[in-house]
C-alpha cells in the first residue's frame, strides 16, 4: 500500500558530508560540482526527471533557490548568500542520506516543463507518454507528419488510467483543450495528490478523479482515448529496484510476476470503453517481448521518445 509521507519532525538526518568553510564555494555552479561529487561517490541512482548527478544537483540547487531550471545559466556564475547556502548544503545531504528521489525533498516535479507538486503518496512522475502527447497527438500540425489522431481540438474525452499525481491528465487536458478527462486510481493517498495538482492548474471543471480498480469507476464509458502509465514491473524488478524507488508506494510499480497482470486487464478492456475512432496509448516499460508473446494478434505500434525504445504501445479501438 502507498505510504503517508512523514511528518516534519520525522525528517532522517541530514548525511555528515565532507566539512565546508564558509567561502569554500560561491556560486551557484561551485554547488552544482560539490553535489555532483557527493552524488557519484555516494553512488546514487537518477531516475526521477533527471538522469544524471549534474542535472540533479542542477534541479536541487534551483529548486533550493526558487529558480527554474532553465535560469540555471544565467545565474551559474552567480553567488549565494550563507542562509542559501546553508539551504542548499542541507538538501544535498538528504539526498545523500535518505537516498529519496529529489523530487520528494523538494515536493516538486517538472514534467514537460510544467510543475508538478509531488510526495511519497504517490510514485514521481516520469512517462514517456508525456513526451508522446506532444510528438504523436499534434494532427496536421505535428512536425514530422507522425500524428496518431487528425485533429486535437475533436477529441472530446480521455481516460487516464493508473493517474497516480494526474500528471498525465494534466497534460493531457492541455494537448486536448475540449476534452474531459476521467482520471482513475486505486489509491487514495495517490488522488489526494492529483486532487492538489488539478486544483493548482484550475481545472476542476474538465478533470475529474475517481477511486477505484481500473474501469470500473467510470461503468459503461466510452473514451476517444485511453491514455495509461500502470504497474508493470515484473517479479525480477521488484527484487531488484534501486533504493531511490523503494521509496515510491509498491503500489505503482508491482506487475506481477511477467508485469503483465494489469496491463493485460488493460488491453482485454479497453475496446468496451473506446469509442469506433479511439485508441489506447500505454506504457508497459521492459515487458515488450512478454506482451507481444501473449497477445500475437495484436497489431500494437511502439512508440519511440528521447529516451526509451518500445516501452509504450498504440492501438486503435477497431483493432483491439
Ligand atoms: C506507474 S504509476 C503511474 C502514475 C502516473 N500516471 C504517472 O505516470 O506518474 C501507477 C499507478 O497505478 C495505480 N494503480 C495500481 N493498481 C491499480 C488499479 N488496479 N486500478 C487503478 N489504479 C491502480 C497506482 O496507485 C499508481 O498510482
Not at 6 to 30: H, I
Not at 39 to 65: I, Q, R, S
Not at 188 to 211: C, I, P, S
Not at 266 to 294: F, K, S, V, Y
Request: with cysteine.
Amino acid at each position: 500500500m502507498a505510504r503517508r509521507p512523514k511528518p516534519a519532525a520525522k525528517r532522517p538526518a541530514a548525511a555528515k558530508l565532507p566539512k565546508v568553510a564558509s567561502g569554500e564555494l560561491l556560486t551557484l555552479l561551485d554547488f552544482v560540482r560539490y553535489a555532483t561529487s557527493r552524488f557519484v561517490e555516494a553512488k546514487l541512482a537518477f531516475a526521477h526527471g533527471t538522469t544524471d548527478p549534474v542535472a540533479e544537483a542542477a534541479f536541487l540547487v534551483c529548486e533550493t533557490l526558487h529558480l527554474y531550471p532553465d535560469q540555471f545559466e544565467a545565474f551559474a556564475t552567480a553567488r549565494v548568500t550563507a542562509q542559501e547556502a546553508k539551504a542548499i548544503l542541507d538538501v544535498i545531504a538528504r539526498r545523500v542520506a535518505t537516498r529519496k528521489p529529489a523530487a520528494y525533498l523538494v515536493n516538486k516535479i517538472y514534467m514537460r516543463g510544467l510543475p508538478f507538486y509531488v510526495d511519497e503518496r504517490t510514485i514521481v512522475p516520469r512517462s514517456f507518454i508525456g513526451e508522446l502527447l506532444d510528438s504523436h497527438f499534434g494532427g496536421e500540425d505535428d512536425d514530422a507528419g507522425g500524428s496518431l489522431i487528425d485533429d486535437p481540438l475533436a477529441i472530446e474525452s480521455v481516460l487516464d488510467l493508473c493517474t497516480g499525481s494526474g500528471c498525465l491528465a494534466i497534460l493531457a487536458s492541455r494537448r486536448f483543450p475540449n476534452a474531459r478527462i476521467d482520471a482513475v486510481d486505486i489509491s487514495r493517498d495517490a488522488l489526494a495528490v492529483a486532487a492538489r495538482n488539478v486544483a493548482d492548474y484550475g481545472l476542476q471543471d474538465r478533470v475529474t478523479l475517481h477511486r477505484g480498480d481500473l474501469f470500473k469507476p467510470v461503468g459503461g464509458r466510452r473514451y476517444d482515448l485511453i491514455i495509461s502509465n500502470p504497474p508493470y514491473v515484473d517479479a525480477e524488478g521488484m527484487a531488484g529496484l534501486p533504493r531511490e524507488c523503494r521509496a515510491e508506494p509498491k503500489l505503482a510499480f508491482d506487475g506481477g510476476l511477467d508485469g503483465l497482470d494489469i496491463v493485460r486487464r488493460i488491453l482485454d478492456e479497453a475496446g468496451r470503453h473506446l469509442t469506433p475512432q479511439g485508441g489506447l496509448l500505454c506504457e508497459i516499460g521492459r515487458c515488450r517481448p512478454a506482451l507481444e508473446a501473449a497477445y500475437p494478434q495484436l497489431p500494437l505500434l511502439w512508440l519511440d521518445t528521447e529516451e526509451s525504445d518500445g516501452e509504450v504501445f498504440w492501438i486503435a479501438a477497431a483493432d483491439l
